[in-house]
């Protein structure tokens, strides 16, 4: 099986791919491969008219569905029927993993044979775009209040999109924030978050990303990164903040939002089964969520 490195010299042969497959699950996003690319050690094959993005962990292979225009049910069908001959013939299992339900239910039409699993950890939290632009209503009333604390408590304040003059400030905030999560569990996992948002920023030009940052008193604040996705969801890639600052959290996405215009969704991923960010997701009150699943064939 040819496996080729996801890289940015190799963007050209796999963007065409992604900018005709349609799919809400925040995994299968171009941005976030290549933002977490070296810890998941992320490879890509082509197949028939199909990508496949494979994670190498260890002995272990993990394939995405097949990423691609799904005009055709019968040539996803055969994609991967050709990919899992590949399997055997290494005597390994095909293992698909993060498919949204959509290609499930192809499979299924099929009458293709696999075990299905899912996790509520990792399913998406999908928001109504105007209900967190605006946070009208009883039910917004306390988000609407952190806005209005942190406007009156923090007086020169000012939205910014990112340029590229920002990095050292962006810098700078996130080696704070590396310094307060020193000694967590999750270490290795923060050291590759941090040099998988430097490396986008540094590589933003290659996507059309919406950066926006909040500066108070002339120090950087927090820093926001989106990006559109299916003509109208924003998908939230990162959220890093002072903590210091109350009520900073609620104010990027609030001012990030009121930036944008003709959009129906908002997708803030997954809560990964932390509790504290799940009941930080629950309060902004998703509209739906989307499911991912693991195949084991």
């Known amino acids: 099986m040819e496996l080729k490195k996801l890289d940015y010299d190799q963007l050209a042969i796999v963007r065409p791919y992604f900018e005709v497959f349609n799919s809400e699950v925040s995994d299968i996003n171009l941005t976030n491969l290549m933002m977490w690319r070296d810890k998941y050690q992320f490879y890509f094959i082509e197949i028939e008219s199909f990508l496949f993005i494979v994670n190498i962990k260890g002995a272990h292979r993990y394939f995405s569905q097949p990423i691609g225009a799904y005009t055709d049910p019968k040539a996803v069908y055969k994609a991967v029927c050709v990919l899992k001959e590949l399997c055997e013939n290494e005597q390994k299992p095909l293992v698909i993993k993060k498919a949204n339900e959509a290609f499930v239910t192809l499979l299924n039409s099929y009458d293709m ?8 950890d ?3 939290y999908i928001y109504d775009f105007e209900a967190l632009k605006q946070l009208s209503g009883k039910k917004y009333h306390k988000k609407k209040n952190h806005i209005n604390k942190f406007i009156r408590t923090y007086e020169d304040w000012r939205f910014k999109w990112y340029e590229a003059s920002d990095l050292d400030s962006v ?3 996130l080696q704070v924030w590396l310094e307060v999560k020193k000694g967590n569990d999750m270490d290795p996992n923060l050291r ?3 040099n998988g948002i430097m490396d986008v920023l540094k590589h933003r030009h290659y996507f059309d990303l919406k950066i926006g940052l909040i500066y108070v008193e002339g120090n950087i604040a927090g820093f926001i990164i989106g990006e559109v996705v299916n003509t109208s969801c924003l998908l939230v890639h990162i959220e890093k903040a002072d903590i210091s600052y109350e009520g900073i959290f609620s104010m990027l996405g ?3 939002y009121n930036e944008l215009d003709h959009l129906t969704f908002i997708n803030r991923e997954q809560d ?4 504290g960010l799940r009941k930080s997701k629950l309060s902004y009150h998703p509209v739906k969520f989307i499911q991912k699943f693991e195949l084991w064939f």
């Open 113 to 120: 044979t696999f075990e299905l699993k899912s996790s509520i």
């Open 122 to 124: 990792e399913q998406d």
């Open 171 to 173: 810098d700078e905030l």
């Open 192 to 194: 590759f978050e941090y």
């Open 254 to 256: 609030y001012t990030l």
């Open 272 to 275: 990964l089964g932390i509790e």
